[in-house]
Structure formats: C-alpha cells, structure tokens
C-alpha cells in the first residue's frame, strides 16, 4: 500500500479512471481489476437498483472473477457506457478465455441524476472507454467527478434541502496476526437520506429528517431517483461467496452513515471485489475494516463535493 494514498488505489492491482461532465452533471467511473480479474459478488437493496451483469455475481452463479466494475450516472440510460470499457479490455486481450474470443466481464450500476443537470446527458460506450483509458494507480479524483458528478442526497423535503453527494474513497488497514490486513472502498452518494459524521451529527442534508419540518409539504420520491453505490476491495483471498458476505457487511455500514438509510425509495448496490493476491485474513477483521472503509468513503465524497471544481 502507498503511505501517500489513502484512496482504494492504494489497494496493489487495482485502478480507477472517470469520465466527468460537468456541464451535464453526469458521469461514469470505472475500477479495472488485475488482468486475471478478481473474485466478485454484490449486494442488492432497494427497489429499483439498476445493474448490468448483477445476476451473474450471485454466488452460485458460475463466473467468479470480473476484470472491471463500471459506476455511473444517467439511470439505465448509462449503463450502455460499460460496452466502452468491454472494448478496451478485449483490445487489451483482457477477458474470461471462451475457446473462441475474451470475453471482458464488466458489470455496472447507475444513479439516477437526470433531473441534476441536463436529462439528455449520460455516460455513453465513448466515455465510459475514456474512463477506462485514463484508469490509474495514482489516488482517486474525488467529489463531483465521475459517478458521483450528479450525485445528491438529503432529498427528503424536495430539491430545497437536498445537498452534494460526489463520489469518495477511503482506506482501512489494520495489523492482523499475519501481518497488515487492507481494503479500499468508494462511495456514490445519491441517498435520499441525511449523511452523518464520525459523532453522528449531520454532515450533508437538511437535518430534521422526515416529518420533523411542518414548513414543508411531505416529499415522497420515486423509486428510481436515489442509490448508493459502493465498491469494496482487498488483495486477501475470498471465495465467492464470502465476497457476498462482505458487500451485505458493506450495505450495512450504510445504516451508520446515512439517515434514514435503505428506504422505499434507495435502490443501494454494493460490490466487493478480491484479487486474491495474499492470504485470506481474519474475517472478523475483515469484516470491520469493510464497514469502516465504507462510512469514511460516504464521509469522504460528501466533503469532497463540497470542494469548488
């Protein structure tokens, strides 16, 4: 690990590229795993959660490893920019071995911010290859960049109160008993609910929570138009299945930090990802350390996005 990165970078195998358009409030971050790919399952809750290539991370599912994850913006309307990222790949001869060609496997899921800035902006298969060509080890662009450029939360009494949600990453590492046990996490921020600091105060969002403000009209947004989205790494070696463990342990680090969390109307999507370049570690340990990657990451794009661009 990198002293100097604190971002999921700083997790060796791992990089991480955007596409960003600011005038559209919309874009799409991608993470490219090693070229073998990396174990990977994900967590589903909410709704209307938008995916491409979900139902293949179930664990009994035969696929095991992705070699990249897309993030993005403009609803079910940008997942067509994961197709950029497959191309390059397969260019780079990156992919699952058919017998007859590579195949890439690159699941994606969306926010919805097409009522941000333009709703006729979304990520296409161009900008999602621009996000993949541009994919570094280096640490993470943070704030409203990529996924999280459209990303809001707070929405609970309408558009009056809702605040900047932006994409975040975060580190945790911690010394196991064989040795310093590490994942890195990212975080798009698009939650209907409050976003809480380290002392459970009111970070982003209006504070009052629902049904506390009568100045206002009771707000009830749609299913589609709210989701976090959170990608977890880590080079300890996991099974498939213990990587669902761990995104359902990320999904409930969501509950500490965004307030109220995973309601009617947040579709939330959480992936962990392993290269399976070290042993595996305490998985207790593990465990905390995903949680705790998780909320900072949260944290962390809320307070980036407050930064001027």
Known sequence: MTPENTTLTAIPGFRVGHWT?????????????????????ASFIGPSPGTREGVLLSPEKTVERIHALLLTGGSALGLGAAQGVVEVLEERGV?????????????????????VGSSRARPRAEHGATAALSASSGPVMRGRVGAGTGATVGKYLGGQGAAAGGLGSAVATR????????????????????ILDEQGQVLAGPG???????????????????????????????????????????????????????????????FMLSSCALPPADPLLLGTLVQEAVCAA????????????
């Not at 007859?100 to 009522?115: H, Q, S, T, W």
């Not at 010394?175 to 409050?194: K, T, Y």
């Open 298 to 309: 949260v944290r962390d794009a809320v307070r980036m996005a407050r930064q001027p661009q």
């Open 208 to 270: 009052t929570g629902p049904g506390h403000d009568p100045s206002h009209q009771p707000f009830t947004p749609t299913p589609v138009e709210n989701t976090t989205l959170v990608a977890v790494v880590t080079e300890h070696t996991l099974s498939k299945s213990e990587c669902r463990r761990f995104a359902d342990a990320a999904q409930t680090a969501l509950g500490r930090v965004i307030h109220p969390s995973h309601t009617f109307w947040d579709g939330d999507s959480a």
């Open 175 to 194: 010394l196991g008993s064989m040795g310093n046990v590490s994942v890195g996490a990212i975080a798009v921020v698009n939650a209907v609910g409050d």
């Open 21 to 41: 358009d600011l005038a559209g409030q919309t874009g799409c971050t991608v993470i490219l795993c090693p070229d073998e790919g990396a174990v990977a399952s």
């Open 95 to 115: 992919g699952y071995e058919t017998g007859f060609a590579r195949v890439p496997i690159v699941p994606a899921a969306v926010i919805y911010d097409l009522g």
